[in-house]
């Protein structure tokens, strides 16, 4: 055997392992993450008893969280729509009738598309944003002065943003389904020869209200992961401007996996468990 | 002055790590007198104030204020007892999301739900404690240094505190905004009348301010007196640091006398 061989294998051996410890500690990292937001969330909960007082808070949080993320949101849906729809005629041509083109796309967006996509865009420019905001804060020990007020900076500040998130994230998928819904209508309409009333009437023939419920209670628990994640992120940021770029990193990443395998639960809760057996 | 201790430390252990930054802080700090916890950078000084607030559990040890053991309290016995007490950061952690009177005026809105012209008048009262009345609608970035250290000491003591914690409060101040601030907590504490501890490694700003020091070395505290004391004493300790106060700077020969307001250098 030569040396250059051996030398190979042990390359080959110490990106295996070396492979294993980036899963792992990413693995890790994560489930501490998730512990650190169960019990960040447990105590934003309990400030809830003084949702009065935060309430300018909140609001202040659902016009960062919510009107300046839409359009963002709007763009995104829009050509989600019309995506959906070119692949749904691309699929269906010759074996299913054009009607079932608008029950398609309604599906698709109102159960999936919708609440996912826009969970996935907001929580990218939430989670990230809300983590360099309290990190910055707790590398600057604005987060200590707080504290050192007496007040609360689960009260003031993660206990507003998870909230406003919880309320906004449903309320920005209505907007996402209503008009990814309109650009799948007008694709369809414009270029894929399905007139006006065959896809309404397509959309009537299976319209089902617990499909629309079904993805906003994604939505609501959606915004919930983000809102968390960010502010854990956020508030167990350390080591300066590296710190604060580290958390928003972390953030944006929990956010969207946890998103990912929550949608997967949920799905199987809802249209397995819940509205399956109706 | 009296010799009532409103702040009891006795054996303070903390550690981060191997590195055990406390190793049995004693310190009684008197009501109603400024003590200044003197010390090098890095020594402990800011991680002892931390405690005394409770922003940071000890390994070990009691801190007592007024009786109470804080080590033991729950978060809501400990927000009361904070709210008798100011803290001025060494970065001034000032919330850049919010002006200047909207800092100063946080505590208030927060614990006394004071809000319209009261409000203002109040913050109004306490800028204008520090110098800087006027300057409610400015916003942190627009703000100096000195003038950051002075609102951050405007909005400390916005609930009349007992006690007023001053973290590093002329670090990073050139000499002339050093002396103002100096100038400003003995000037607070004549209006305050409340009891002050100063964390700092300035020994002017100690010497000027102080009514007892402190001096931290090695994780303990290894003299304390009133700043007569300090410049009389022959503890090793106290030497050794005056004697790296005076080290000349390169090219100089020896320290400015100027300087030799104490007779330190």
Same mark, same amino acid.
């Given at each position: ?278 | ?78 927000? *009361? ?28 809105? *927060? ?12 913050? *109004? ?141």
């Amino acid at each position: 055997m030569t040396s250059s061989s051996v030398t190979s294998r042990r390359n080959q051996g110490g990106f295996g392992s070396g492979l294993l410890r980036t899963f792992g500690g990413g693995a890790l990292d994560l489930v501490t993450e998730v512990g650190a937001a169960g019990l960040l969330l447990w105590r934003a909960f309990l400030s809830l008893r003084k949702l009065g007082r935060s309430f300018h808070l909140i609001v202040v949080q659902m016009r960062r969280i919510g009107v300046e993320s839409l359009p963002l949101v709007m763009i995104t849906s829009i050509f989600t729509g019309a995506v959906t729809a070119v692949q749904a005629a691309y699929q269906l041509k010759e074996f299913v009738p054009k009607i079932y083109l608008g029950v398609a796309i309604y599906k698709s967006v109102s159960i999936e598309l919708g609440p996912v996509l826009t969970a996935l865009v907001v929580g990218g420019r939430v989670s990230a944003s809300i983590a360099a905001e309290l990190g910055t804060m707790r590398v600057t020990e604005q987060i200590d002065a707080m504290d050192a007020m007496a007040i609360d900076p689960v009260r003031y500040l993660v206990m507003p943003r998870v909230v406003a998130a919880l309320i906004m994230l449903p309320v920005l998928t209505i907007f996402a389904d209503v008009l990814a819904i309109s650009g799948g209508f007008i694709v369809s309409n414009l270029s894929l020869d399905v007139s006006a009333k065959t896809f309404v009437e397509g959309m009537k023939l299976f319209f089902f209200p617990h499909d629309v419920l079904g993805g906003l209670f994604k939505a609501f628990v959606f915004g919930g992961i983000i809102a968390i994640m960010g502010c854990t992120a956020g508030l167990r940021t350390h080591g300066g401007a590296v710190g604060v770029g580290r958390a928003a990193t972390r953030a944006v990443v929990a956010s969207c996996v946890l998103i990912l395998i929550g949608d997967y639960v949920l799905a199987t809760l809802l249209f397995k468990v819940i509205f399956g057996e109706a | 002055m009296t010799g009532r201790a409103i702040i009891d430390i006795r054996g303070l252990f903390k550690a981060f790590g191997d590195n055990e930054v406390l190793r049995g802080v004693d310190l009684a700090v008197r009501d109603g007198e400024t003590m200044v916890v003197l010390g090098p950078s890095g020594c402990g000084k800011s991680v002892l104030l931390k405690h005394i607030i409770g922003l940071m559990k000890p390994d070990g040890g009691s801190i007592v204020v007024e009786g109470r053991e804080v080590t033991g309290l729950d978060r809501g016995e400990l927000n *009361e007892l904070r709210m008798r007490f100011g803290m001025v950061f060494q970065g001034a952690a000032l919330f850049d999301s919010m002006t200047v009177g909207a800092n100063v005026g946080l505590p208030l809105v *927060e614990h006394h739900r004071t809000g319209g012209s009261e409000l203002d008048r109040l913050v *109004e009262e306490k800028l204008e404690m520090v110098g800087l009345a006027g300057t409610a609608h400015l916003w942190p970035s627009e703000l100096s240094g000195g003038m950051k250290k002075r609102v951050a000491l405007a909005r400390a003591i916005a609930l009349d505190p007992d006690v007023i914690l001053y973290d590093e409060p002329t670090t990073g101040l050139d000499p002339v905004m050093a002396e103002q601030i100096n100038e400003l907590i003995r000037s607070t504490q004549g209006k305050l009348n409340a009891t002050s501890i100063v964390v700092t490694h300035d020994l002017h700003s100690a010497c000027f301010t102080g009514d007892r020091v402190a001096l931290m070395d090695e994780g303990r505290i290894a003299f304390e007196g009133t700043t007569d004391e300090l410049t009389k004493t022959e503890n090793e300790a106290v030497r050794t640091f005056i004697a790296r106060g005076r080290r000349p700077l390169p090219g100089e020969r020896e320290a400015d006398p100027s300087c030799d307001r104490y007779g330190l250098f």
